[in-house]
């Protein structure tokens, strides 16, 4: 990828020159003289100054969404590359977490399977405790895990952006409303997972931002799958907080609906994990083939 148009991206998702040249390793000069000339060489203004802050023109915008295009082709083409001049044989074990090996890993590894014949691939299930535990124990090669926890003897590397929302049957009343407050939240009657599961420590993470604890909400009961809340919800009244990922096809069959909640989100990702200091070039192979995918 043209660097300068590296420098461009970099500015464009940080709105900062500052901070845009720390991630580059070079000086805000430096980046100020590559958007200049970009500009120049385009006959267009990327961004507009307001002092110290930027802001994208329509032309910046345009420049952007092409820039991440163009962007994924190189990170494309370098893997294509470096596949060919890596051992295809070998053996992976990977530990995920429920969401991940129901909704997501199983369109992935087909796809992997079909370009790599030769590499063996195992999967199992298992919360974020039971990930970390199996690559203390050598039992896997890699977790792919939710949480904000992390430990010093892993390396986290991001995987894969996910949405954690509340949601109840489409039959519910209570999914009519354009929206509902933390405090109509904490008398719904609601389900979690189980404890030691990464969805469960996020949703905590999040409510103490706002100051609320599990104790001040009206929890029915915990549950130790995805499937086994979905299907309790979709056979009553109450509500669960759980990943888009996990209810897409119920969305599509309007059997589930999404509950917007004022002033309330819950972002989070999936990282994948392993311990510090590994080198495994079929583990680096399949991280380099997932965080390439195309979802």
């Known amino acids: 990828m043209n660097f300068r148009?590296?420098?461009?991206?970099?500015?464009?998702?940080?709105?900062?020159?500052?901070?845009?040249?720390?991630?580059?390793?070079?000086?805000?000069?430096?980046?100020?003289k590559h958007i200049n000339a970009l500009e120049q060489e385009l006959n267009i203004k990327l961004f507009i100054?307001?002092?110290?802050?930027?802001?994208?023109?329509?032309?910046?915008?345009?420049?952007?969404?092409?820039?991440?295009?163009i962007e994924k082709i190189y990170n494309q083409l370098d893997f294509e590359l470096a596949a060919l001049n890596q051992e295809q044989k070998g053996t992976i074990k990977i530990g995920a977490s429920t969401t991940m090996t129901q909704y997501v890993l199983p369109k992935l590894m087909a796809s992997f399977k079909s370009k790599f014949k030769d590499l063996s691939v195992s999967v199992i299930?298992?919360?974020?405790?039971?990930?970390?535990?199996?690559?203390?124990?050598?039992?896997?090669?890699?977790?792919?895990?939710?949480?904000?926890?992390?430990r010093s003897e892993f390396h986290y590397l991001e995987f894969l952006k996910d949405e954690i929302v509340l949601i109840g049957r489409s039959s519910n009343p209570v999914t009519k409303k354009i929206e509902?407050?933390?405090?109509?939240?904490?008398?719904?009657?609601?389900?979690?997972?189980?404890?030691?599961?990464?969805t469960l420590e996020v949703i905590s993470y999040y409510l103490k931002q706002k100051k609320i604890n599990f104790s001040?909400?009206?929890?029915?009961?915990?549950?130790?799958?995805?499937?086994?809340?979905?299907?309790?919800?979709?056979?009553?009244?109450?509500?669960?907080?759980?990943?888009?990922?996990?209810?897409?096809?119920?969305?599509?069959?309007?059997?589930?609906?999404?509950?917007?909640?004022?002033?309330?989100?819950?972002?989070r990702n999936f990282n994948f994990i392993f311990p510090e200091g590994q080198q495994n070039k079929i583990i680096d192979l399949f991280i380099r083939f997932a965080t390439h995918y195309n979802f």
């Open 5 to 32: 148009l590296k420098v461009f991206k970099k500015v464009a998702e940080k709105l900062n020159f500052t901070k845009a040249a720390k991630e580059l390793f070079i000086t805000q000069p430096a980046v100020t």
């Open 49 to 69: 100054r307001k002092g110290n802050k930027i802001e994208l023109t329509e032309a910046g915008n345009i420049l952007l969404k092409y820039a991440k295009h």
């Open 125 to 150: 299930n298992g919360n974020t405790e039971q990930i970390e535990k199996a690559l203390n124990n050598n039992e896997i090669d890699l977790g792919i895990i939710e949480g904000q926890s992390k």
């Open 180 to 198: 509902i407050s933390l405090p109509e939240l904490q008398k719904l009657p609601i389900i979690l997972r189980e404890e030691g599961s990464g």
């Open 216 to 267: 001040d909400l009206n929890i029915e009961m915990q549950f130790g799958s995805t499937e086994g809340i979905k299907n309790y919800i979709l056979n009553s009244d109450r509500f669960a907080f759980l990943s888009i990922q996990s209810i897409i096809n119920e969305l599509k069959r309007n059997e589930l609906s999404i509950i917007d909640i004022s002033d309330f989100e819950i972002k």
